[in-house]
């Protein structure tokens, strides 16, 4: 597991060892390790969550020919800061493509509509390297938190010392070493799904540990909030197998 | 789970209600541009809150309850109007605990003659809201009043504020040696600059440097008060009556999120159903757990443990049922949602309000240990 950032590890002849994701999320941020992800698993293409949705790094987007700016369903209803603190990290956010119906609107039955696959391809494989990606972006976070909580003081000794801090840093680590342990054993996509909430949970209960200072929107919470548009916009593309790629003809982009 | 509220509040709670909708319509926008509320002026729920306090509390000796009740609703409108409105805010807090009626006039008389923000100067850089710890300093001029130095961070409006209360260690005292002081801010030394945050972006977060600031005699808070009332004692109840205001923001966020899925997608059945009625029990209970720590303020100001419990389980409610609502929703729910993915964001923000969760419950330990919380 320490494969230098950047170096992608093979587990077999033409494929990429997923942890390599985690890795490059690790030591090179968020962004980089999804290049390497996309790179890896659709190259050339912007691949699509279930909802036809993309969030990708732009130079990903535009070496597919894609327009990196939205102009899709939706593109044209009322907005918040969400997109521009997501630009801001170099990522590309794009809506579905315009003929698509929108997903929320309920069964008869009040059951959630499923909507048309936007895209196909191997999404059981993008998910898994999307959950290996957000954890190693998780673990930086761990590791950012360490060291600023060192640097801090209170009361005569460094916040890093304080019990609680203690406690609450150790089960975040109990939830990183388990959600590895699952991402190692091969899941299914339903248990991938499960890990990614897990993801965002270790997350937010280390942002908690930084104060306001994780609540900037150019600290280390944009990087947070990034990783859990990744996982909101791929919800259930393993399940699905939508992940596939997205043509730049096809896509509205 | 509705607890009966004295007429005149109940009344008041119907009325601020009632803005929700002109709220919630004008939320996004002030998530893009925080500076959109100064083309808000005229919203009666923006005019309401410029003018807050002038008046007095509609019912005198609840005012703690009042404002959990106003900030719930305002919050479940859009908690980033509630934050980005002119207005004394905390600061009318502050000058109702430790205010001189002269200090109040001069106060109130600023807010008069023009929509004027107000911000409250506490948490710094190094040790964020840790009060006996700080570093700002008021060196005396030898007339009564003080030299201000220091730099505070994530001061909501500081950087539109036309007056601001800042708390500083007076030089040469320990850490109990804490004042409050109002500061002109168009006086030379006051400096202000937005910060970029995640969420509640409307409260316009800002860092302050303070390079000299001069404080005259009648600006510093607390001294017509006897002297063991005028510092920490007083501080701390400030603390005590506004903590349930924060934990009311976040009940309302929670209602936000709560209610807008109960309105998209129409009627639940089975898991979800069961799911979503789940979060509303939540709710109901963290507001009834907020309204006892407002009655407890109200009752005895110096009970302020009741308002820690509430404010460490609503701003921890705030952020799972915003979490939750998006789980209602399909893929790309935070994009096709945009209101949500909003809702997601300002909650994270209640946690560092007012004290995070971790000093909430060792606040809430040494009450236990002291007999003085968990007692029927």
């Known amino acids: 597991m320490t494969a230098p950032a950047g170096t992608e590890r093979q587990d077999a002849p033409g494929r990429t060892d997923p942890r390599t994701y985690r890795d490059a999320a690790r030591e090179d941020g968020l962004v980089p390790a999804l290049t390497l992800l996309t790179r890896a698993l659709e190259p050339g293409a912007v691949p699509r969550g279930p909802g036809g949705h993309a969030v990708l790094p732009r130079e990903v987007v535009e070496e597919a020919g894609v327009p990196a700016e939205s102009a899709g369903a939706g593109a044209d209803r009322p907005y918040g800061a969400g997109r521009s603190l997501a630009g801001a990290l170099g990522l590309a956010v794009l809506d579905p493509p315009a003929d698509r119906e929108p997903y929320a609107s309920p069964n008869p039955d009040g059951t959630a509509a499923q909507p048309p696959c936007a895209g196909t391809g191997t999404g059981t494989d993008w998910t898994t390297g999307l959950a290996w990606l957000r954890l190693g972006s998780s673990e930086a976070l761990r590791d950012l938190c360490l060291k600023w909580l060192a640097e801090r003081e209170s009361e005569g000794s460094s916040l890093l010392m304080k019990q609680m801090v203690k406690g609450a840093l150790a089960e975040v680590l109990i939830e990183q070493l388990e959600i590895a342990a699952v991402l190692e054993s091969g899941p299914s996509a339903p248990v991938v799904e499960r890990l990614q909430e897990q993801i965002t949970g270790a997350d937010r209960g280390l942002l908690r540990l930084l104060g306001a200072y994780g609540f900037t929107g150019d600290g280390p919470g944009r990087d947070a909030y990034a990783s859990e548009l990744l996982a909101d916009v791929y919800r259930g593309a393993g399940d699905r197998g939508c992940a596939g790629p997205d043509a730049a003809e096809e896509g509205a982009g | ?292 720590a407002a009655d407890a303020v109200d009752a005895r100001p110096s009970a302020g443990h009741l308002g820690s419990a509430a404010k460490a389980r609503a701003a921890v409610l705030a952020e799972d049922v915003t979490r939750s609502a998006l789980g209602f929703f399909g893929p790309g729910a935070r994009l096709d949602h945009p209101l949500l993915d909003k809702l997601a964001r300002d909650a994270r923000g209640v946690e560092f309000m007012e004290g995070a969760g971790n000093i909430q419950k060792l606040t809430l330990f040494h009450g236990l240990q002291a007999g003085k919380v968990g007692r029927p």
């Open chain 2, 1 to 292: 789970m509705i607890r009966e509220l004295p007429d005149g509040m109940a009344r008041l709670r119907d009325r601020t209600a009632s803005w929700a909708g002109e709220l919630r319509a004008g939320a996004l926008g002030l998530d893009r541009d925080p500076e959109a509320i100064r083309d808000r002026l005229e919203e009666p729920a923006v005019r309401f809150l410029a003018e807050l306090g002038g008046d007095g509390p509609v019912t005198p000796g609840r005012d703690t309850l009042e404002r959990v009740v106003v900030a719930e609703e305002l919050a479940r409108g859009d908690a980033g109007a509630l934050l980005a409105s002119p207005g004394p805010s905390m600061s009318g807090v502050l000058l109702a605990v430790l205010g001189s009626p002269e200090q109040r006039d001069w106060f109130y008389g600023r807010l008069g003659e023009r929509p004027t923000w107000t911000c409250f100067a506490l948490t710094e850089p190094e040790r964020g809201s840790a009060i006996g710890e700080m570093s700002s300093v008021l060196t005396p001029d030898g007339d009564g009043g003080y030299v201000l130095h220091g730099t505070k961070r994530y001061v909501g409006n500081a950087s539109r504020a036309g007056v601001a209360a800042v708390f500083a260690r007076v030089a040469g005292t320990e850490r109990l040696g804490v004042t409050a002081v109002l500061v002109d801010t168009a006086d030379p030394g006051y400096r202000a600059r937005p910060l970029p945050m995640l969420g509640l972006r409307g409260a316009q977060f800002s860092s302050v440097s303070l390079d000299g600031v001069r404080v005259p005699a009648d600006r510093v808070l607390g001294t017509h008060l006897s002297p063991a009332r005028r510092g920490m004692w007083s501080i701390v109840q400030v603390f005590n009556r506004l903590r349930p205001s924060v934990a009311a923001i976040a009940l309302g966020i929670a209602r936000a999120a709560h209610e807008y899925v109960g309105e998209q997608r129409g009627t639940l059945r089975g898991a979800e159903r069961e799911r979503y009625e789940e979060l509303g029990r939540r709710i109901d209970a963290a507001r009834l757990l907020t309204y006892r």
